[in-house]
């Protein structure tokens, strides 16, 4: 077991941890490294995001994101498919060299509402597909005949251009009728 650390010191270490990781920490990873239950974590991350610490809670785990990072290409793209293409309309991502940042449907009751995904590769995409299947959990798009957009991020406008003609080509990318 690892030893123990207490409050100050083991929020220190956890903003350490997920600044040099390139990929998302789970909280039980940051709970077991500190020696601490999963639920001190969640009350870390409380705090460390009230002192302002960009920490950013994905399917995947925990983010750090520096304000030193290069700007990125950004943009919108709204898409519809079926709940068991979700693997392959991120794969389409990602392999495009993007990272999917989230994923929003306009709800008719909560107006938009807005989940965080940060997948950037397939390894990803395979663990939040898998997270998806074990809990049983339903995706945002069930709710709008899977009707959504994506927020993506790529150093350059060309990957994301290649992103949208790949996914108009597998029927994906949702047309203005």
């Known amino acids: ?55 950013f809670a994905t399917a995947q785990g925990y983010l750090y994101f520096s304000q030193e990072k290069k700007a990125r290409v950004q943009r919108l793209i709204a898409v519809q498919h079926k709940p068991d293409e979700t693997a392959d309309e991120l794969y389409t991502f990602v392999d495009c060299g993007l990272t999917v940042v989230n994923v929003s449907i306009e709800h008719a009751i909560y107006g938009e509402l807005t989940g965080s995904m940060h997948v950037s590769n397939r390894q990803e995409v395979d663990r939040f597909c898998s997270h998806l299947k074990r809990t049983n959990a339903n995706l ?38």
């Open 140 to 177: 945002l798009s069930e709710l709008t005949n899977g009707v959504h957009l994506h927020l993506v991020e790529g150093d350059y406008d060309n990957q994301i251009e290649s992103a949208i003609k790949e996914l108009d080509k597998k029927g994906y990318l949702l047309k203005e009728e």
């Open 1 to 55: 077991m690892t030893e123990k650390l207490i409050a100050d010191e083991r929020r220190n270490a956890i903003v350490r941890w997920l600044t040099e990781e390139q990929s998302p920490i789970t909280g039980s990873e940051l709970a077991k490294r500190s020696g601490v239950s999963r639920q001190v974590i969640v009350q870390d991350m409380s705090i460390l995001k009230a002192k302002g610490e960009p920490i």
